[in-house]
């Protein structure tokens, strides 16, 4: 069963941190790019950041630059997204998703993070 799921998820002060994991299982994870996406509520869902396959390359939206890490284990199909210097503006669903040419994309099913004194 293809499946990706996501947790660390909680609430935090402003300031603070958390590191998100997301667990796939079904596939080859390896050979898929991984990326977070949040949405808030009432916005559109908007790509937090990416790795490569392997995990050589990056990428991180402008508003967490500096802030959030991406990296990956592929020994054990885990994405991780460090997430530090938390700010009220972070408070989200964060969602995994797994990308590999052009296959149909896979995703998680999300964990909430709230970020509030």
């Known amino acids: 069963q293809v499946q990706l799921v996501e947790s660390g998820g909680g609430l935090v002060q402003p300031g603070g941190s958390l590191r998100l994991s997301c667990a796939a299982s079904g596939f080859t994870f390896s050979s898929y790019a991984m990326s977070w996406y949040r949405q808030a509520p009432g916005k559109e869902r908007e790509l937090v950041a990416g790795i490569t396959n392997v995990g050589g390359s990056t990428n991180y939206a402008d508003s967490v630059k500096g802030r959030f890490t991406i990296s990956r284990d592929n020994a054990k199909n885990t994405v991780y997204l460090q997430m530090n210097s938390l700010e009220p503006e972070d408070t989200a669903v964060y969602y995994c998703?797994?990308?590999?040419?052009?296959?149909?994309?896979?995703w998680g099913q999300g964990t909430q993070v709230t970020v509030s004194s």
């Open positions: 998703k797994a990308v590999r040419g052009f296959y149909s994309p896979l």
